[in-house]
């Protein structure tokens, strides 16, 4: 499978010191029958969360320097298996210094970007944010330098204004003849968990008609409300087959770990707080070997 959604660069950047056993890892994990790609992502909340869950200081959090850093880290050790399909992605752009910053990330092998995060940033309002907080004026400009540039705008933790402000903006652009690419990379379908990082139909039909892709993910709070440990695959499985439904087929649907478990803190929570992680992405794929019933369109590079 393709995996929409995985923060595989802040992983790297927390484990700089420990290489050797993550390329070990990494080898069994990225594997024909396992997961075959993906969008890697680097991970970015306020400074306090990056200080408190991660372990990273204020004085470290530069984009540029740190997307350097993983990238570098990549390539000189050869981390990811050969013959997988992946770009980086940068989740949360709270800290891009300038529009034409983009240019570097693209430059580096970023073609994936959540603009905003669950908070407020200086571009617009996450899913955790006010109501009444939209795109802003820069982040109409951000969207328009990431369509130039030829940047997937993933929408997966917008809250619903910023949402459709920046699904406007898209409509707007692609009748202008633009090449936009959009997907929403690990959000569920809210007819049937209603938790705010979950999409509304009408959100999820948006994303349709703009030609993108939603990717459903196996974080157990996104696919049924309640105890955490009942949900099962099959109610994972019910937002595919609803989406799918939706959609009248499945060539816009993907799939998404959003594995957690490299968190250095909460261990606890975080280990049991996804339904498949990325050692074992298989266990939602009924036959490996030849395609899953839901396809999951791979992103063209
Ligand atoms: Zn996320």
Redesign the pocket.
Same mark, same amino acid.
């Given at each position: 499978m393709f995996d929409y959604?995985y923060d595989l660069l802040t992983e790297v950047y927390l484990n700089k010191n420990n290489i050797p056993k993550l390329k070990e890892y990494y080898s069994k994990v990225y594997t024909k029958d396992n997961i075959t790609g993906g969008i890697f992502n680097l991970?970015f909340m306020s400074e306090k969360e990056m200080e408190e869950e991660l372990g990273i200081q204020k004085q470290e959090l530069n984009l540029k320097e740190m997307l350097f850093a993983v990238h570098k880290i990549i390539e000189e050790n050869k981390l990811i298996p050969e013959g997988i399909k992946y770009v980086y992605g940068i989740?949360g752009l709270d800290y891009l210094e300038k529009i034409d910053d983009v240019e570097y990330l693209y430059k580096m092998g970023v073609r994936s970007t959540?603009i905003v995060?669950n908070n407020e940033n200086k571009f617009g309002g996450g899913s955790k944010a006010s109501k009444d907080t939209g795109l802003t004026v820069l982040g109409r400009k951000l969207v328009e330098k990431l369509v130039e540039t030829g940047i997937i705008i993933d929408l997966? /933790?917008a809250n619903e204004k910023t949402f459709f402000d920046i699904t406007d903006y898209l409509s707007y652009l692609k009748e202008k003849g633009k090449n936009i690419r959009v997907i929403a990379s /690990?959000s569920n379908a809210k007819k049937i968990c209603d938790v705010p990082r979950n999409l509304t139909d009408e959100q999820l039909l948006t994303i349709k008609k703009l030609g993108g892709i939603v990717s459903v993910v196996g974080i157990k709070r996104f696919c049924k409300t309640g105890n955490i440990d009942e949900v099962t695959v099959g109610d994972f499985l019910k937002h595919i087959v609803y989406i799918t439904n939706l959609f009248g087929g499945t060539k816009q649907i993907g799939i998404a770990t959003?594995d957690m478990k490299y968190y250095p803190t909460n261990k606890e929570y975080y280990d049991k707080a996804n339904l498949f992680g990325i050692r074992d992405a298989k266990k939602v794929l009924p036959n490996t070997e030849s395609k899953p019933p839901f396809c999951v369109k791979e992103i063209s590079f």
């Open positions: 959604h991970f989740e959540n995060w997966s /933790h /690990h959003d």
